[in-house]
């Protein structure tokens, strides 16, 4: 396109646009007879990112951007193509426009932006149903991110979001738990609006309940996300996590009203109901001193409140999943304990923790005084 028709495009354009977007369109032409790429590729970002250009997006990038692509910075090219893939309706286009995209900046020198092209791609995939298909492309971001020692953190925040929704469409919730916080740890989430922060805390609690591998969530219960549910219509279930944490069966009993809202945590009630036995099981073993971790199966039915006749089989499950370490008297129906998980702590169990601390070092003082009171007349000679 010459430069003739680039200007009378340009014109065209900006008559059409809003007042406030008009100033635009002289810059671009200014910076495109000038080839001041950089800067022409900075405020074509900061054009993209108005919400009021969205109609202008697609005719622009046809019939601007793309006469010079190769010019510019391939991520910046990639981030003004994802703007305007947005604004395609059908998911056959997007998907259409994207795998272009993708290919053009398919380039040794420009592996990131692929990445990033790419991601998007496999994100429009999911929502075609093309799981299969989705999971290649994902498969090969990986391969590329793996050979690089740094890159912006907008591709690999991305990679973890799209490979989270994938994750979750396959019901992984073990695999979608782990990349969502990696996610997060890419991202600020005080720029995450609002809606979008409760859903990402509502699926991350309820991976986090039914997943047969995380005994442990104290990382999701630290996470600023997680205050997103608090004092909203789903607060009920950050309560239930710090319920499951404590391993508080009364709290479970109360909650577990609301699990009829979410067909998940519904059809895993039995395994929800294992799940908060096993926790409370560890928590009367963290509360307890290392010396006193041999206890009858009697008194933990008790003080966990689970029947007494599937004790030894929740501490056999809970020796197995590698949440205790130590050993079972089946005969005396005795369990020494000598290792247990660690926990996040509540500041009920911090107070707890430093009454600990303060009877051993009063015990370790004690210690050091009656060494020192019989052995005197050794330290004389």
Not at 239 to 245: G, Q
């Amino acid at each position: 396109m010459d430069n003739e028709k680039i200007s009378n495009f340009l014109a065209s354009q900006r008559d059409s646009a809003p007042d406030n977007l008009q100033h635009y369109f002289l810059t671009f032409e200014d910076y495109w007879e000038r080839k001041l790429w950089h800067e022409l590729t900075d405020i074509l970002v900061q054009f993209y990112n108005e919400s009021q250009s969205a109609g202008q997006r697609i005719a622009i990038y046809e019939n601007f951007v793309r006469t010079f692509a190769d010019k510019i910075n391939q991520l910046k090219l990639v981030t003004i193509g994802l703007r305007t893939a947005g604004e395609y309706k059908d998911d056959s286009e997007r998907l259409q426009f994207l795998t272009t995209l993708a290919k053009r900046v398919d380039k040794p020198g420009s592996q990131d932006a692929y990445v990033y092209a790419l991601t998007s791609e496999a994100s429009v995939r999911l929502s075609l149903s093309d799981s299969t298909a989705a999971r290649t492309d994902l498969n090969k971001c990986e391969t590329i991110l793996d050979t690089f020692d740094s890159v912006e953190t907008v591709v690999h925040a991305s990679f973890y979001r799209v490979s989270a929704d994938y994750y979750q469409s396959q019901h992984e919730f073990a695999n979608y738990y782990r990349t969502t916080l990696l996610y997060l740890a890419c991202v600020d989430v005080e720029d995450v609006g609002q809606s979008e922060k409760q859903r990402i805390a509502y699926d991350l609690s309820i991976a986090a309940l039914v997943s047969d591998s995380i005994y442990n969530f104290g990382e999701l219960l630290l996470h600023p996300i997680l205050d997103s549910l608090k004092g909203g219509e789903h607060d009920w279930l950050r309560e239930l996590l710090f319920a499951f944490n404590r391993g508080d069966l009364g709290a479970y009993n109360i909650l577990q009203s609301h699990s009829q809202a979410n067909t998940l945590l519904q059809s895993h009630q039995q395994f929800l109901y294992q799940k908060i036995s096993l926790s409370a099981l560890t928590q009367l073993v963290f509360s307890r001193a290392p010396q006193d971790r041999s206890m009858t199966f009697t008194t933990i039915s008790e003080e966990t409140k689970v029947a007494i006749d599937e004790i030894e089989h929740l501490i056999m499950k809970a020796l197995s999943l590698g949440l205790l370490r130590g050993s079972i008297d089946q005969v005396a129906e005795v369990a020494r304990i000598s290792w247990v998980q660690p926990k996040v702590l509540d500041r009920t169990g911090i107070e707890d923790m430093n009454t600990r601390l303060t009877e051993w070092s009063g015990g370790v003082e004690r210690l050091g005084n009656y060494v020192e009171g019989v052995g005197r007349d050794v330290w004389a000679a």
